[in-house]
Each structure stands twice: as C-alpha cells, then as structure tokens.
C-alpha cells in the first residue's frame, strides 16, 4: 500500500542532544514539509523540499536541519539550538507544490527529557 | 504566518446535528482545503475548493468559498460520533506550501 511513514512515533532527547526523525514516501509524490505542531497553534512549517537535493526554509526553520538525497526520504534533524523542541511533527508530501492534498504520516512525538 | 482563522476553536453538538465550522483567510487565494485530524494522529484531507467555486459536496460534507468575504465554511451533516476530530482548513496562495489554521476541535456526543 501506498503511504507516508513517519518514525519513531514516541521520541525522547535530552538537553544538547541532536535528534533525527524519518519521513519516507512510497507515493511517487514529488514535494515533502515537516510542519511542527504545538497545543492551541495549530501547524507551522518548518521546512519543505520541491526536488532531490534542495529544500527552503519555512516559517521555523531555527534550530532545525534536513536534507533531500532520494526523492522517498526527507528526514529532519532537530539540533541542540531548537530550545524548545517538544512538539509533535508532522511529515507530509504531495505531488505539486501546493496544488493538491497533501498525505501526511502518523506524526512523531517528540518530549525533551 | 498563518493565513487561515477557524471559528469555533471548539463546538460540542449531539450525534445527528449539524456541525458548522467557520475559516477566515487575509491574502487571495488559488485553493483551499479541509482537513480533519484524530487525536495524536496525522492530518486526513477531505476537501479541496478552488477560488472559482463557490460550493462543493463530498459525501456529508459540505463546503462553501465566499472569496469577496475571504471566508470558508465546512458543514457536516448528521453527524455521528466518528466525526469527532479537529478540523483545519488550510490555504493555497501560490506557489509556496499550504498555511493551516489553528483548527475547530469538534465533539459528537451519542
């Protein structure tokens, strides 16, 4: 079957650590975003990639990284610089940018510890 | 810089009502979706209205685009305990990602 998976889904760093979540897509889909959802704020885009090997910030990309080598993986790597990390994440993909729905993984739950 | 506003943040029905959620958008747009979301999971899309459409069904949704008001509103019809979820709506303004809402967390009370 099709579909996004996200993981792990529970997720614990400690203070200075560096962390990465996966994201891979079997959907052909040709655009990916990490979004960072926190209670009562809704989704806010971190960051999101259009082809292999670029990607553009979003709104807050501070203390984030990612990379784009395959076109089915788009992990996120949440550096010892994001101060507040405890979110859950949200992967999603689509096939243009914007122009139709996007499929969203199962989220990761990320808690500093 | 989020784009759409729902309104409720919250609405409590019973099971065969009506549910209506309410999105506010700031800039023009070329489309605008819906999405629903289960607690602690991932965000499911249900709809998708383009600028030039002012009503659309799917199912027991229905969604209507008053683009002069930039508004959206979502309308379940008798609705079940299964519809109890948050939905967002979510805008397209060009060729940049889409920008969610803050969400409407519904409970369908059997």
């Known amino acids: 079957d099709g579909g996004i998976t996200q993981s792990p889904k529970y997720l614990f760093r400690k203070e200075g650590q560096n962390v990465t979540l996966s994201c891979e897509q079997n959907?052909?889909?040709?655009?990916m975003y990490w979004y960072r959802q926190d209670p009562g704020q809704g989704l806010r885009l971190i960051y999101y990639s259009q082809i292999v090997n670029d990607f553009q910030k979003g709104d807050i990309a501070e203390g984030y990284s990612v990379s784009r080598e395959k076109k089915e993986s788009f992990p996120l790597t949440v550096t010892s610089a994001q101060k507040n990390p405890t979110a859950f994440y949200l992967c999603a993909s689509s096939f243009l940018l914007a122009r139709g729905g996007y499929t969203f993984g199962s989220g990761t739950r990320l808690t500093v510890v | 810089s989020q784009q759409g506003e729902e309104d409720p943040q919250a609405l409590s029905i019973q099971e065969g009502e009506n549910a209506t959620m309410n999105c506010s958008y700031k800039?023009?747009?070329?489309?605008l979706q819906w999405y629903r979301q289960n607690s602690g999971r991932g965000l499911v899309h249900l709809i998708l209205?383009?600028?030039?459409?002012r009503e659309k069904h799917s199912g027991r949704l229905r969604v209507t685009l008053d683009t002069s008001k930039k508004s959206s509103s979502l309308l379940i019809t008798a609705s079940r305990a299964a519809d109890t979820a948050s939905y967002f709506c979510a805008t397209d303004a060009g060729n940049t990602p889409l920008v969610f809402g803050k969400g409407t967390r519904l409970s369908v009370i059997a």
């Open positions: 800039t023009s747009i070329n489309n």
């Open positions: 209205i383009r600028s030039n459409e």
């Open positions: 959907l052909n889909h040709d655009a």
